[in-house]
């Protein structure tokens, strides 16, 4: 079992940047698919970014492709998610998701067993 805890939201201008990250419990980090979701207010839960738990293969969203960067660092059991040039769309609670190796699906939310509470991330114009 894998715990999440992220950090790092809060308000930016459009334009601006952000980081979050992600730290998880546990010694076999390395064994998981993490990624990034968020769900706007009145919206269903969306894809941002993945990364495999082999090969650290990246999976972006399209909503996010050239902007958004996704990255792990298994020694530290942190994953991260580098935010540039946001948008006022990009305006949600992010959420970090982990699910052992890479399932089939893997961009969708109902395949990952373990999530952490959200951070909010305002992007204001």
């Known amino acids: 079992q894998v715990q999440l805890v992220e950090s790092g939201g809060g308000l930016v201008q459009a334009g601006g940047s952000l980081r979050l990250s992600c730290t998880a419990s546990?010694?076999?980090?390395?064994?998981?698919?993490v990624g990034w979701f968020r769900q706007a207010p009145g919206k269903e839960r969306e894809f941002v970014a993945a990364?495999?738990?082999?090969?650290?293969?990246?999976y972006y969203g399209d909503s996010v492709k050239g902007r958004f960067t996704c990255s792990r660092d298994n020694a530290k059991n942190t994953l991260y998610l580098q935010m540039n040039s946001l948008k006022l769309e990009d305006t949600a609670v992010y959420y970090c998701?982990?699910?052992?190796?890479?399932?089939?699906?893997?961009?969708?939310?109902?395949?990952?067993?373990?999530w952490g509470q959200g951070t909010q991330v305002t992007v204001s114009s």
């Open positions: 546990g010694r076999t980090f390395s064994r998981y698919t």
């Open positions: 990364v495999s738990w082999i090969g650290d293969r990246t």
């Open positions: 998701a982990a699910v052992e190796r890479t399932p089939v699906g893997f961009t969708s939310a109902a395949a990952y067993a373990y």
